[in-house]
């Protein structure tokens, strides 16, 4: 149960950069 709570925190936290990422390149 932790493990997966920790895979979807890091696929969380991916996303987030993902967006970011595009925010500041346009």
């Known amino acids: 149960m ?3 709570k920790q ?3 890091y696929f969380y936290t ?3 950069q993902y967006n970011f ?3 500041f390149s346009t």
């Open 7 to 9: 895979a979807v925190n």
């Open 14 to 16: 991916a996303l987030l």
């Open 2 to 4: 932790r493990q997966m």
């Open 21 to 23: 990422g595009l925010y």
